[in-house]
């Protein structure tokens, strides 16, 4: 391969790229996670992101949706990086300009964004200034090789060439070492005291069907195998003697209660299933277990509401916000400002050291993470995050099943058909099981926990040779069968069978 001048310059300009977002991530370790340049940057596409492609981006990447957007940025940015040494070996000025200004307008979006502080500008300007720094370093040697006519040995060219790739690898995998381990190291969640809860359950979990089934689901769900959706490029971190609750708006008495105060309240245990309104019929974005937490209803008390109050919106430390109507919050169900799950403090992806949670409602109505204001309003005055990207005001759960076991292949003979049902906040009084065309079988259910908790439902098949589909229907507590019409997400939540092809051999 013969080396050009131009890509000597082109890997100069991507090493000087790589290493100037570098040096933006580490300063924000420093500086704190919302001057983070790449947190600014994803954040800011996450929120002018249409919601179909959000959605397929979740769909496809799951949890892993944030990691798939930081690799695009970083790629994204190489490439003008790549321009940008290009186009400074050939005016000696417009690389440096283009990454100047990606990196100063990074900080510059991240002062812009909801969660940015007086440091938000630093890690940009560290990007922009180290990045300048190398390209014209780099790119300079090359011109002035370029000039002296050396580059006719070629040799000094590809020594050059070499270096800008060690940059580029420097750059690349340093960034993939901070953003892959030492930022997220800084995860873990800092001890509480959780208080004894005055209205606690009277029992503990009983067992679920799933030490019987296997790979059914549990009837509580390991914390670590909670699901996480949300809009937090990095996890933020907040700490009870920083955290604070402001409640205010259209009320007669708005107050801020310290994490301490918060304690100091009556706690409630209460077992709920939560759904997001993103989850495919039969996927994975649902869990339940046992929460902790002060009811909204006495916070909301103690501000006195005016008449006209009709919902509740609460924001979180990342800039995501929810409208939870007023008459869900104080019609008993117990939505709740949750602190502990599975009797242990909230981790940080969950939300620590609070969180609202609201038993019935999809996540992005009633579940606000990092908890930091609740905004008694109208629904004409305020909208949330993703009411305003074209998601249902009110996000009821809709009835849903979904089928575990058996796999998409088997063995003939005695098998069984098992998965989990909800409908949070009806609860589910029936499950029916049909093998192809054959008639409705009711399964038999586990037991209820609550109306908020999901239900483990079993029926024993007798699995003949070939193929087969089977599909699983729900009736809720109010006695409304599960609708089979197939509905997409979006709005307001999908609806439809869950559906398995199995093949039997
Ligand atoms: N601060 C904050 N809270 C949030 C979100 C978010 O993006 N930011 N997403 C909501 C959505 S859409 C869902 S489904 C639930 C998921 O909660 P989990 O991650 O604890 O499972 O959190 C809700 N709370
Ligand atoms: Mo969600």
Request: charged fraction near 20%.
């Amino acid at each position: 391969m013969s080396l050009t001048t131009r890509s000597t310059a082109g890997v100069w300009g991507l090493a000087a790229a790589l290493i100037g977002v570098l040096a933006g991530q580490v300063t924000s370790i420093f500086t704190g996670p919302s001057s983070s340049p790449m947190d600014a940057v994803g954040g800011f596409v996450i929120d002018i992101t249409p919601p179909a492609v959000k959605d397929w981006a979740v769909a496809t990447f799951g949890t892993a949706d944030k990691a798939f957007l930081l690799v695009v940025i970083a790629v994204v940015v190489a490439g003008l990086g790549w321009l940008a040494g290009v186009a400074q070996r050939r005016t000696g000025w417009a690389g440096a300009a283009l990454l100047g200004a990606l990196g100063v307008g990074s900080g510059i979006i991240a002062t812009l964004r909801p969660s940015s502080s007086t440091t938000s500008l630093i890690a940009g300007m560290v990007a922009a200034l180290v990045a300048i720094l190398v390209l014209r370093w780099g790119v300079g040697r090359v011109v002035a090789l370029d000039q002296a006519a050396i580059a006719e040995t070629a040799e000094p060219n590809r020594r050059l060439f070499m270096i800008g790739g060690a940059g580029v690898a420097v750059g690349g995998l340093g960034l993939a070492a901070v953003e892959g381990f030492i930022r997220p190291a800084a995860v873990g969640r800092p001890p509480i005291d959780l208080p004894e809860p005055a209205a606690a359950p009277t029992s503990t979990l009983p067992p679920g069907l799933e030490t019987q089934i296997d790979g059914l689901t549990p009837l509580r769900t390991p914390i670590e195998d909670f699901y996480r959706i949300d809009i937090a490029v990095s996890v933020p971190r907040r700490d009870t003697d920083d955290w604070e609750l402001v409640i205010d708006g259209m009320v007669r008495n708005p107050y801020t209660i310290t994490f301490d105060e918060l304690l100091a309240m009556p706690m409630v245990e209460r077992d709920v299933t939560l759904t997001c309104v993103s989850n495919p019929i039969g996927g994975p974005y649902v869990g339940s277990t046992r929460w902790q937490g002060v009811l909204v209803a006495d916070l909301l008390r103690r501000a006195d509401p005016e008449a006209r109050v009709e919902q509740v919106l609460s924001s979180g430390a990342d800039g995501f916000s929810a409208s939870t109507p007023l008459d869900v919050m104080l019609d008993g169900r117990d939505a709740m400002i949750a602190i502990a799950m599975d009797g242990e403090p909230l981790t940080r992806v969950h939300g620590y050291p609070a969180r609202l949670l609201t038993p019935g409602l999809y996540g992005y109505v009633g579940a606000t993470k990092w908890l930091e204001k609740l905004t008694l309003t109208t629904f004409d005055e305020a909208q949330a995050y993703w009411t305003n990207r074209g998601w249902g005001e009110r996000g009821p759960v809709k009835t849903a099943t979904r089928i575990d076991v058996p796999g998409n292949q088997l063995d003939s003979g005695e098998a069984t058909i098992a998965g989990v049902a909800w409908a949070t906040h009806r609860g589910i009084s029936k499950v029916e099981v049909r093998v192809d065309d054959g008639p409705w079988q009711e399964a038999t259910l586990g037991e209820e926990i609550s109306d908020d908790y999901w239900r483990q439902w079993y029926l024993p098949w007798d699995a003949v040779e070939g193929t087969h589909q089977i599909t699983a229907r729900a009736t809720d507590g109010d006695g409304e069968v599960q609708t089979g019409a197939i509905q997409d997400v979006l709005p307001d939540g999908p609806t439809g069978y869950h559906v398995r092809t199995v093949r039997v051999n």
